[in-house]
């Protein structure tokens, strides 16, 4: 039986939405009392249980507690730790390179019984496996020769339907014909790249940003120029302007929804404000949009795709964060750059995977994709509180924490005594691991700090392993000759 917006279900959630926003806004802060269930039940004109229930909601997400004869209270307020802030450094072009950092990274990571931290995915348990397996087997059971000839180069043509009708989840109006498939979101950033460079052109990208993109950067030949990104309001652009005005800028390499690492979301008014910019000097934005759909409000962010009117924006995904990692299905939007992209596809890999490009058509078809983002989100929402009041509770009071608005992954600034190389090397003795702020620019701004990917499902193991991570933190101050 379906609930309407009125039942008792929905009701429950918007008491919870509503006080989890007025902790949010250090409304109610932490230690506050709460009203009693069967006041909040009358304060409200609901039932007993569904005042319960939203307290109950309220208690997974570990904003709020039940002490015994006493009542509820606020367990915790995001805003307690200090605002992260950008790091602006006088910028030239360079070429780029984190390879050995990265490499040591994921080689340590792969010993056994090491918390990755590092990881910026989901775990297996909020994937929907059945689900998925079901649309595997259908979509082979259908498919005229069983998914085993070349799939078509622009991508299969269900798949792109589908991906094109959720692009109205933020006003875009395109179709099919729009998209290429690719193998993942990092093929896609690479044709990309390549219909709108040469080697030794310059890509301005953002700071800090994802390792692999440098890695993208130096195997194209290109030169990268850092503009700093704010955690609270994204990209900043004034210093884009200068940038712009000093450096012949070939095109634009951004994360603009849930920058990995920091999580912010840059504000609609200054997405449209960056795409005026670009368009006035016409240069290409490559639009990394892998994780719009892993938002935590009410609504999707717009991508700087939705104020393109020049078909500059060259919008990039996949379905690697939010659904199958190892199907390796992205896609690109390359406007009119579309058959260079597609020619560079042919000249490459030929086309994508045509079993896994089937199923998740057939899981989309089917209307399953909306129901299990909606569990996800969810859940990496709560995921994402239990990790930062972990974090509160074991690492050093100075410690700042990015408060992301979607997205896997928290962005912690250390006390400058703590060197990240240093206690990401100690930490792996103690069987955790943690992307050092290395990894995230090439010229090592970030030494202070650290990334913690919080996909892996919240539980005593992972409240085990950030304690040891906050002991080994405090440690390192101690030892220091300031301390």
Not at 96 to 101: L, R, W, Y
Not at 413 to 436: C, Q, Y
Request: hydrophobic share 35%; proline share 5%; glycine share 6%.
């Amino acid at each position: 039986m379906e609930h309407t917006d009125t039942s008792e279900h929905f009701l429950y959630l918007r008491i919870a939405e509503r006080l989890q926003t007025q902790i949010e806004k250090q409304v109610l802060k932490t230690g506050d009392k709460l009203p009693s269930v069967r006041t909040l039940s009358k304060e409200q004109g609901v039932s007993l249980t569904t005042a319960f229930q939203a307290y109950s909601e309220l208690e997974i997400k570990g904003l709020i507690e039940a002490r015994p004869k006493s009542g509820y209270y606020v367990r915790f307020t995001p805003s307690q730790f200090p605002r992260l802030m950008a790091k602006h450094q006088h910028e030239k072009p360079k070429k780029v390179s984190v390879e050995s950092v990265a490499t040591l990274v994921y080689q340590k990571m792969r010993q056994q019984g090491v918390t990755k931290f590092s990881l910026a995915v989901p775990s297996i348990d909020l994937l929907p496996e059945a689900k998925l397996n079901k649309s595997m087997i259908e979509a082979i059971r259908k498919h005229p020769t069983s998914c085993l000839e070349y799939e078509d180069t622009q991508g299969n043509a269900t798949l792109r339907q589908q991906l094109a009708r959720h692009t109205y989840s933020w006003g875009g109006q395109y179709t099919a014909d729009d998209i290429v498939t690719t193998q993942g979101c990092m093929e896609a950033l690479v044709f990309c790249l390549k219909a709108v460079t040469q080697p030794g052109d310059t890509v301005a990208i953002e700071t800090p940003t994802y390792f692999g993109i440098f890695n993208v950067l130096q195997s194209l030949g290109l030169k990268a120029i850092e503009v700093p990104v704010d955690p609270a309001t994204g990209l900043d652009l004034e210093y884009l302007q200068k940038a712009l005005r000093t450096v012949h800028i070939k095109a634009c390499l951004f994360v603009t929804s849930f920058n990995n690492p920091t999580g912010c979301d840059m504000p609609p008014e200054r997405k449209k404000q960056l795409v005026q910019m670009l368009a006035e000097k016409e240069i290409p934005l490559i639009e990394d949009d892998i994780y719009g759909e892993m938002y935590f409000g009410k609504a999707r962010p717009v991508p700087c795709k939705a104020f393109d009117t020049k078909g500059l924006i060259l919008l990039c995904s996949s379905m690697s964060k939010s659904l199958a990692p190892g199907y390796r299905v992205g896609w690109c939007m390359p406007g009119p750059f579309l058959d260079k992209v597609l020619h560079l596809k042919l000249m490459s890999t030929v086309s994508s995977a045509t079993p896994t490009q089937a199923a998740i058509a057939h899981f989309l078809e089917t209307g399953r994709y909306d129901l299990h983002m909606r569990n996800l989100r969810k859940a990496l929402h709560t995921q994402c509180l239990l990790y930062t009041q972990a974090i509160a509770r074991y690492f050093p009071n100075d410690t700042k924490v990015s408060r992301p608005a979607g997205g896997f992954v928290l962005w912690i600034e250390m006390n400058e005594a703590v060197d990240a190389m240093e206690l990401f090397h100690e930490a792996i003795e103690h069987g955790v691991s943690i992307a050092p702020g290395h990894l995230f620019s090439a010229d090592g701004r970030f030494s202070h700090h650290i990334r913690i990917g919080f996909g892996t499902t919240f539980n005593d193991s992972i409240d085990k392993s950030l304690k040891t991570l906050g002991q080994l933190i405090k440690k390192r101050i101690q030892k220091s000759p300031s301390a």
